[in-house]
């Protein structure tokens, strides 16, 4: 059991990769937020390091134009906070395999880490997984990894992608391994720190109502939706390496799918409740290749823009066949879900920002209200993750009147209605919970083999045979041939 960084202790954040678009733009703004709302200890230091030669001031005026002042009421005030939380952030320069290099920032911490008080090191590696393995290795070689018991313990970051496939996922695994623990080692899925997914274990546990029929007696399919309205945008280079199926689908879509599929965990120690998710992933049968159709967006004007193509975003080969669409349907085989589809689509260039989970009930056996003027609609559970977050369930009502008319109505749960204050970033709950050391929301190894294991196979049919993916056109709803996938299992996208 990891333990939290306490008031009286330091905290020495290490950001490797600290000017590039994910340290400036997400870690840092988490890190602020989490400063002003006074939820890291006081004696706390933030250290950047990247290949590009920067002084303290230079790192500090990057980070200043990406802080924004969400918990600080006040222009003059956030000012101060800003500047006051820009005075623990330090920067060096060097390269990701230099031991010589990390010996430098070595030298830096020591500079500044108290030396009579516990000490905690958070190393954030927020750098291509390829650069995962010899950034490590140069920790440890200059040592900065080392623990010593009581006074000393450090906790590695690290954000998918995880490899490609099972094995080469194993490979990093046991490379990251030969340096820290898995106790040590935090696996980031940005995912499981949005609000609306963490309140899925609380939606079915927490309830009464749910839990009863949260099973395949009642339940007809599931459908998890992921779209964006934006191509691959200047990150077509690593998008053409993965996918949408590895980008999204093996990570953000199966965590939501094990949390609506999991047993509930004996109680909320973060080891049974991974266990239980692994559980959940371990009973999906793999994607079979005539379960899943792969698209692939073509130019078109989409809202008065004129938007290009897949093949035309730069460092895309022209003959790519790397899908930015994806849609299939998956099997959980156990006793609750022996027979229910999970539909779940992920797409770039479609024509919304939206990911939502839809619970579709079964119809009313025996519906004394159904009729040749009437067709009842099943209820369906929509859980919205973004990106108006909230609720609804719809229910048949009689519309007022002198006549018995049944309408499906929503009621209907907005976060933004229902909650005043903030909805904290991902990245802030989930930073505050390596801070802490509390591992319930990080991807544990075998968690990761079993969600591997759902799609390598697939992945290997569909690049071994150079299936193509089905034309689309940019802004629209993804390929036809995905109603016919969904329709085979009497099932809708809508
Ligand atoms: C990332 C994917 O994990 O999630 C991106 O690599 C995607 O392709 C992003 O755009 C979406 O995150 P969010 O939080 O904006 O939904």
Redesign the pocket.
Known sequence: MQQNVSETSSLSIIVVGASGDLAVKKIFPALFALFCRKLLPASFSCYGYARTPMTDEQFRELLMSRLNCRYTPGESECRMYMEDFLKHCFYTSGHYDSKEDFEALQTLLKRHEPADTPLTRLFYLSIPPFLFLPAAQSLHDAGLAEELPGRKTCRVVVE?PFGRDRESSDALTRGLAQVFTEPQTYRID??LG?EVIQNLMVLRFANLIFEPLWNRNNIDYVRICWS?DIGAEG?AGY?DHYGIIR??MQ??LLQMLALVTMEEPLNLDPENVRNEKVKALRAVRPVRYEDIVVGQYTAADYEGQAQKGYLQEEGVPPDSITPTYAAAVLKVRNRRWDGVPFLMSAG?GLNHRR?EIHIVFRQVPGNIFAGPSATPHPNNLVIRV?PDAGISLNIMTKVPGLRVTLQETELNLSYAAAFAGEIPD?YESLLLDVVKGDKSLFIRADELEAAWDIFTPVLRDLESCRVQPQPYLFGSGGPRSADALAALHNATWE
């Open positions: 998918k940005h995912y949005k964006e990150r998008f980008d999204v990570n953000h770039k990911t973004q991902a």
